[in-house]
Nanobody, 114 residues
Framework: QLVESGGGLVQAGGSLTLSCRIS????????MGWYRQAPGKERELVAT???????NYEDSVKGRFTISRDNDKRTVYLQMNSLKPEDTGVYYC??????????WGQGTQVTVSS
């Protein structure tokens, strides 16, 4: 139901834009988020966006990453600038329904070389 794209290999300081396409329905009240998992580490929150466009970011990405959503296109984006090697990991899209059900995408690999 959630399909991520846009990952790849980039040099430190570069940029990538991730997309999460939602194949099913999306409600304006759903909360959309991006998470990442580095090798040997637990999955962590990167950013979330609510229906009211309220955003929340993990401290290390504030000022560098921007999350946005387009409900008409059923797509959520993560613009990543000034990438660092520590941003390397598999990035996952997550949907949290109003009633609490959670969906995950399959993930897309982001590798930042130093």
């Amino acid at each position: 139901q959630l399909v991520e794209s846009g990952g790849g290999l980039v040099q430190a300081g570069g940029s990538l834009t991730l997309s999460c396409r939602i194949s099913g329905s999306i409600f304006s009240s759903d909360v959309m988020g991006w998470y990442r998992q580095a090798p040997g580490k637990e999955r962590e929150l990167v950013a979330t966006v609510t229906s009211g466009r309220t955003t929340n970011y993990e401290d290390s990405v504030k000022g560098r990453f921007t999350i946005s959503r387009d409900n008409d296109k059923r797509t959520v984006y993560l613009q990543m600038n000034s990438l660092k090697p520590e941003d390397t990991g598999v990035y996952y899209c997550r949907m949290t329904r109003t009633w609490g059900q959670i969906y995950w995408g399959q993930g897309t690999q982001v590798t930042v070389s130093s």
